[in-house]
């Protein structure tokens, strides 16, 4: 599938090319299989060759996940994260995502949008269990910008060597969801430790 996609978006000018990156955000929401990480990497290498500009690849994918999400969220909100359960996170993902955020609040949803297995579940969830949908669009919009600043930055540094550009989008990929991990294990053990301090002293 990707060497179609890719040699189509070769052949784009660059206004088409910005849509079809805030397209392939928005799909990332809704059918995550979608390899988005490596379209959007080979998008912004292409318009760092032609006449793209990395603002405009940037906030072309943005707002395209941003749809995206949003779309997802009103989803959630009206008939629940369960039916998407399956295809988004597995078994209890829902759950797990409210278990995460009635414990660690505005950090769960942060640091969930970085993790695998629970970064597509977020939108829906969110609206199923009813965060305020600003507050939820703030969160998930700066982790975003984030995760596809970071794309579009090696995209268009890197040169105009495509081996590097993805095998570097790769490693930042992993080391973003480290980093998530990290964070999360941090919040966790300091909430474990609050608890019991609480405990001590009654």
Do not use: C
Not at 26 to 32: D, Q
Not at 72 to 85: I, T
Not at 131 to 153: D, F, K
């Amino acid at each position: 599938m990707l060497p179609g996609i890719f040699d189509w978006l070769t052949g784009l000018p660059t206004g088409p090319l910005y849509a079809t990156l805030a397209i392939v955000a928005a799909i990332e929401n809704i059918f995550p299989p979608f390899p988005a990480d490596t379209v959007v990497a080979f998008g912004s290498f292409l318009a760092a060759r032609g006449q793209g500009t990395l603002p405009g690849v940037f906030l072309s994918t943005l707002a395209g996940n941003l749809v995206g999400a949003l779309i997802m969220f009103v989803v959630g909100r009206r008939f629940g994260a369960g039916p998407l359960e399956k295809l988004l996170g597995g078994p209890d993902a829902e759950l797990r995502f409210r278990d995460m955020y009635e414990r660690h609040g505005a950090l769960a949803l942060f640091v969930s949008r970085f993790l695998p297995g629970i970064r597509a579940i977020v939108p829906p969830a969110a609206g199923a269990i009813r965060v305020h949908i600003g507050r939820a669009m703030l969160l998930m919009g700066t982790a975003s910008a984030i995760w596809y600043g970071t794309i579009a930055y090696l995209g268009f540094r890197i040169g105009d060597d495509w081996e590097r550009v993805s095998a570097a989008v790769r490693s930042s990929t992993q080391l973003m969801g480290l980093i998530a991990v990290v964070v999360t294990a941090i919040a966790l053990a300091a909430f474990w430790w609050r608890r019991k301090r609480a405990q001590e002293r009654t």
